[in-house]
């Protein structure tokens, strides 16, 4: 087997991800190695968001090829055996060079895995890797089957019926026709001959999707526009304010980031992300630094309950949206919304920013005053103007009926503290915070370090009561209260299970915990106990009131 690193896509030759047979004779002749029948498989074009290409060779040879050097230690193989080894390689590249004319520059990396290297590394016999040999007295032999001689125990997989894709598909069947009671089987088979599940159209959307643009709004803010891969019309829908959770390759696995969607929802051929470029953020780097137009990233959505339909949730009274910084992201997609449903009601902006070039979205800001008569915008340079304070808010909320916040944890806290104190009912005040890569590192290394205290105590698992007279539930060590909740099937409020948005709150009325607020409380509710249940980690035993 020949595996090959490239530095440019296969896609480049003509290739677009189906497999290739080179077959110099069909009528049985072996050729010597390097000459006879070859699998070239391009798996890497079937991920339309790779950043980097690999492409497989594999040529069925007799083991005997490395009789030779058979019984020596890896490390002691003798020049023989990598001389060997290179004349394979260059024989089969040049078989691709002569079937792809400038595949050979393409190649970053080749390395070749004989009989021999899989007999080492995978303790295969003689080489082989596709399961038992395929011969009729395997076939017939009493140990070919799921069942076997252990009480409770059975096999699934390729071995258990034939070889291949298919033998692993049918040695699954036979297994579940074994395990499952007649019941189960029957659900089974239906679901089978049903052509199995209809997606839930309520879920969110999971695909890939192109950069068809990048804009630099501020020194530290790009938009990203994201269009199907065949430029027609997006594969899902949106409520103004939600999110997108974005799969990014910088990685040996990817990493997942959320972003607010930018554009309005009335869009059907694109979505839009605005994202700030944090200096130690792994995936804020990647989009700013590396992202190129053109290239495809997997994504899912839309998520999040920040939301608001102007058809249905803009009545009397006054619309306040308050933004810090790059939170002004989602509000965009309100203020588009408003526009295009035409609503002529009262809406006030509040955006804080840290300097005059950090004003992101100005332009399009000033185009939605010509389409809303009732907007009011007031933008805060906090170097110059100074933070939005109770002051400020005072003139805006004696009539708001609705406020949308997003922005730095501890503006919110403030905020929420200011509209508390001016009556603004907290049911009215609805919250989006940022989420980073890191405080999910965070969140893991506090759990890990609570299981392995509560091990060190002989702890398995805390209880975590509830007011009202709900039955309390079970949290293992290391597991958010939300996990618990969902884990014992006791409904919580929820939404992203992250932290960006504040669905999920509970309040804490006594027990000891490991948490982090998001800014989605104010002082006095923090005081109170007012947690988000995602981001709580009970250290023992815990009460909480939903």
Known sequence: MLFLGMDRSPAAFGVRGENHWFMPDLDGFHGAPGEGTLYVSFASLNNPAARFHTVEVVELVDPGVVDRWRGTPEEERPESYRALKDDLAGRLIARLEAQWPGFREAIAFAELATPLSFETYQHSVLGSFYGLAATPQRLRSSRAGCRTPVKGLFVAGQDAWGPGVVGALAGGLMAANAVLRPRQLGTMWRAIRSGGVAPDPAA????????????????????????????????????????????????????????????????????????????????????HEELAVGQALRVSGPHGEFTCDPAHDLTAGTLLLIAGGVGITPLMSVLAAAADAGHTGRIVLLASFRAEDEVAFRPEIEALRERLSGLEVSIFVTGRKGRIGVDVLRAYTE???????????????????????????????????????????????????????????????????????????????????????????????????????????VRVVSGAYETDTRGMFSNDELTAGWRLACQTLPTEDLMIAP
């Open 204 to 287: 969110p959307w999971h695909g890939y999707l192109r950069v068809a643009a990048i804009e630099t709004l501020t020194p530290t803010v790009r938009r990203i526009r994201l269009e199907p891969l065949d430029a027609g019309a997006m594969p899902f829908s949106f409520t103004a304010g939600q999110y997108l959770k974005v799969d990014l390759p910088v990685a040996v696995e990817p990493i997942e980031r959320s972003y607010s969607i930018c554009s309005g929802p009335g869009e059907n051929g694109f979505a839009e992300i605005a994202v700030k470029h944090e200096p130690d953020g792994l995936g804020s780097t990647f989009l």
């Open 399 to 505: 009539d708001a009926h609705r406020v949308h916040l997003c922005g730095p944890a501890s503006m919110m806290q403030d905020l929420i503290g200011h509209l508390t104190e001016l009556r603004v009912p907290r049911e009215a005040i609805h919250t989006e915070a940022f989420v980073s890569g890191r405080s999910n590192e965070t969140r893991r290394e506090k759990a890990h370090a609570i299981a392995l205290a509560a091990a060190a105590a002989g702890v398995t698992e805390f209880t975590i009561g509830m007011t009202g007279g709900d039955p309390a539930f079970s949290c293992h060590p290391g597991q958010s209260v939300l996990d618990a909740a969902n884990a014992a099937d006791v409904p919580l409020p929820q939404s992203c299970g992250e932290g960006a948005c504040g669905t999920c709150r």
